[in-house]
């Protein structure tokens, strides 16, 4: 690695030169099986750390982005933001950007969000959404998260996204466990990898959800339960033709179609390749892959 400063800032965050070397390694084909082969290695590792059984998405985009998306695809009646902090507040910018009707529950920078203070705004029957940010990196603020979550058990018909950009690794969140409906992070942070890439994960709630907002989408846009079940059958398929070769060990199945949605909320997919090594290499140490072991015993 060149010499340089190091960095000791929030993010991007100092990268290891083991993960400078994956990136190193020549493009794959995002429909190879190659890719396939790659993401059902480094899925499974991927829904341990969200703590969920759902799908894991990898987005060449900035968080941001999937933060549009999760607004563009979730909010129908109104959205709350709760605003702590320069990151939370750029939330509520987002969903008026995108023409939602948005409301501010704010408290005082370096404060965190009061549960009671949302559970009396949720009452009033307003809101289908509602945003938070786990971790605050403008004040250091980590919110509630658990104690909010129980005041969102008591409205199932809201959903909660949640922004965990500056925690995610380096604080255990079990998604499924605490009901969040989308939950995404970026890459950047304590999964010191390279900045302008992100990862999510979506619930059931919100997929359905997502099928009945009235809101033209076509890059930040949220499979369809009917699509991904067709995808998932297509995939069931394509491993039963594959097995001799294939892992077996994967929770999911990729076929031609949702091997494109690992990816999907991206303009560069061919990206997402490269950062799978990377992500692989540098969280997970996996060493080579077995084709490169059997490309050195050849040379031996």
Same mark, same amino acid.
């Given at each position: 690695?060149?010499? +340089?400063?190091?960095?000791?800032? /929030?993010?991007?965050?100092?990268?290891?030169?083991? !993960? *400078?070397?994956?990136?190193?390694?020549?493009?794959?084909?995002?429909?190879?099986?190659?890719?396939?082969?790659?993401?059902?290695?480094?899925?499974? #590792?991927?829904?341990?750390?969200?703590? !969920?059984?759902?799908?894991?998405?990898?987005?060449?985009? =900035?968080? *941001?982005?999937?933060?549009?998306?999760?607004?563009?695809?979730?909010?129908?009646?109104?959205? $709350?933001?709760?605003?702590?902090?320069?990151?939370?507040?750029?939330?509520?910018?987002?969903?008026?950007?995108?023409?939602?009707?948005?409301?501010?529950?704010?408290?005082? *920078?370096?404060? +965190?969000?009061?549960?009671?203070?949302?559970?009396?705004?949720?009452?009033?029957?307003?809101?289908? !959404?509602?945003?938070?940010?786990?971790?605050?990196?403008?004040? @250091?603020?980590?919110?509630?998260? /658990?104690?909010?979550?129980?005041?969102?058990?008591?409205? /199932?018909?809201?959903?909660?996204?949640?922004?965990?950009?500056? =925690?995610?690794?380096?604080?255990?969140?079990?998604?499924?466990?605490?009901?969040?409906?989308?939950?995404?992070? @970026?890459?950047?942070?304590? $999964?010191? $990898? /390279?900045?302008?890439?992100?990862?999510?994960?979506?619930?059931?709630?919100?997929?359905?959800?997502?099928? #009945?907002?009235?809101?033209?989408?076509?890059?930040?846009?949220?499979? @369809?339960?009917?699509?991904?079940?067709?995808?998932?059958?297509?995939?069931? +398929?394509?491993?039963?033709?594959?097995?001799?070769?294939?892992?077996?060990?994967?929770?999911? #199945?990729?076929?031609?179609?949702?091997?494109?949605?690992?990816?999907?909320? !991206? +303009?560069?997919?061919?990206?997402?390749?490269?950062?799978?090594?990377?992500?692989?290499?540098?969280?997970?140490?996996?060493?080579?892959?077995?084709?490169?072991?059997?490309?050195?015993?050849?040379?031996?």
């Amino acid at each position: 690695m060149h010499p +340089h400063d190091k960095l000791f800032i /929030p993010g991007p965050v100092e990268v290891s030169e083991k !993960t *400078w070397a994956a990136f190193s390694r020549p493009l794959i084909g995002h429909r190879s099986e190659d890719f396939r082969n790659l993401y059902r290695e480094i899925h499974p #590792k991927l829904q341990t750390l969200f703590g !969920t059984k759902q799908p894991v998405f990898l987005s060449t985009s =900035s968080a *941001w982005g999937v933060m549009e998306a999760s607004i563009r695809n979730l909010v129908d009646r109104g959205v $709350l933001c709760c605003m702590c902090g320069a990151f939370s507040d750029k939330w509520f910018d987002v969903a008026k950007r995108c023409g939602k009707s948005a409301e501010p529950l704010q408290v005082e *920078w370096g404060k +965190h969000i009061d549960p009671k203070d949302l559970d009396r705004q949720l009452a009033t029957g307003k809101f289908d !959404t509602v945003t938070l940010t786990h971790s605050e990196t403008s004040t @250091g603020v980590m919110n509630p998260l /658990p104690e909010i979550c129980c005041v969102l058990a008591k409205y /199932p018909d809201v959903a909660l996204i949640v922004d965990t950009v500056s =925690s995610f690794s380096g604080v255990k969140i079990e998604m499924d466990a605490l009901g969040i409906d989308v939950m995404l992070t @970026g890459a950047q942070k304590a $999964l010191a $990898l /390279p900045p302008g890439f992100s990862l999510f994960s979506v619930s059931e709630k919100a997929f359905e959800r997502a099928d #009945k907002v009235a809101e033209s989408r076509i890059l930040f846009r949220f499979p @369809g339960v009917q699509e991904r079940a067709g995808a998932m059958d297509d995939a069931e +398929h394509a491993e039963h033709r594959t097995r001799s070769r294939a892992p077996s060990s994967s929770s999911m #199945k990729f076929s031609r179609k949702a091997s494109k949605r690992v990816t999907l909320v !991206t +303009h560069a997919r061919m990206r997402s390749c490269t950062i799978g090594c990377a992500a692989r290499d540098s969280i997970f140490c996996r060493g080579r892959v077995p084709h490169e072991d059997a490309h050195l015993r050849e040379k031996q």
